[in-house]
């Protein structure tokens, strides 16, 4: 008996998201390992400063804590972040019902955005924005609704925004510091979001993995802050970005509780629950450590500064730094190649990878302006000027 037929079948394919090509990232990672480029594409620190965090994290490993972790994440964690975010925002949120340890903060993103989305509805994002927004929105049936900033300031329009906003608006997406201008939001953009979303029932998607990466006196808002605004907001971060173990993919949400009864409707049904439990358990015990906050600010600092001097003897000029972990340069007056062409002529030819910015942006406008990660050792980065120093177009 012929059990499998030998002729063929087209095979129908279905892709929900024909339009988007593979991640810039993973196409720059790429090449990065083959030509055996610095990667300063990819925005993660390349050392370890919580020794006791990987101590620990073996010690409950050990101790036999590798199973699943609760729903909602290990209940020590979620009333570490309650204390935490009491202690630098003066929100309490109430670990039981308000909080989620999330596998990342994408899934988190992702997570919020679905829980709120019904087919039609509008979702306000900035460009440049971090490139998974646009397609989480679209996956869930929404409408994108792009606000394009400018370098080399991006500084928000609120007019030209206020303009956008209609009945259909759902959510708009906030990143601060952001990835990838480092631009932060102030105190007079969170009085004009207020102003413009008051009694509409708009959420807000409050992205804000790089809280502890800022600079030059400036201070993280975060919209747990501004109680018109935390009640109707997801509010998102990284806690492997902030412990430098990314691949741990930790993240977290914080939201009241009716929206986290919605969320966790998403969540059980994607992942469950978030990263190892002795992971998890880990990580609380050194939450509210604020000797390591003060120790990676200094870092952070000290290599946003030394980056900024190793590239002010290239003939690339760098957009200042407000926070975050990248750094724009500059090269319109070097070459018209455009920022793809630049970036894979950097990887190939230079060895130091980058990021086009035009990557960030829905209409890919070119700018002449590529992002890297300034957020590694001081030999990646000496290594990494000195390719750019040989540049030549």
Known sequence: MTLVSSRTEAVPVIDKLSKYNASIFAEMGALSAKHQAVNLAQGFPDYQLNNQLLVDAARYTEEGHNQYAPMSGVLALREAISDYKFYTTGKRYDPATEIVITTGALQAVNSALASIITPGDEVIIFDPSFDCYRPIVELNGGIPITITLE??????????????????????????????????????????????????????????????????????????????????????????????VTGWRMGYCLAPKQLIQSFLKIHQFTVFSGTSAAFQMAVANQLNN????????????????????????????????????????????????????????????????????????????????????????????????????????
């Open 151 to 244: 370098a080399p300031s991006f500084e928000f329009k609120w007019d030209a925004i206020r303009n956008r906003i209609n009945r259909k608006t759902k959510a708009i997406i906030i990143n601060s510091p952001n990835n990838p201008t480092g631009k932060m939001i102030s105190y007079e953009d969170i009085a004009a979001l207020e102003k413009i979303t008051a009694d509409s029932g708009i959420f807000i998607i409050s992205d804000e993995v790089y809280e502890h990466a800022v600079f030059e006196g400036n201070k993280h808002l975060s919209i747990s802050q501004f109680e018109s605004l935390a009640d109707r907001s997801f509010v998102i971060s990284s806690l492997g970005k902030i412990f430098h």
């Open 290 to 393: 604020q000797a390591y906050y003060d120790e990676i600010h200094t870092h952070y600092d000290a290599q946003r500064k030394l980056f900024l001097e190793l590239i002010s003897k290239t003939a690339f000029k760098p957009l200042p730094i407000d926070g975050g972990f990248f750094c724009l340069l500059d090269y319109s007056f070097l070459s018209n190649k455009t920022e793809l062409e630049m970036a894979r002529s950097l990887a190939i030819d230079y060895g130091v990878s980058t990021i086009p910015l035009s990557a960030f942006y829905e209409d890919k406008r070119e700018q002449h302006l590529l992002r890297a990660c300034f957020v590694k050792k001081e030999e990646t980065l000496r290594k990494a000027v000195a390719g750019l120093e040989k540049f030549r177009d």
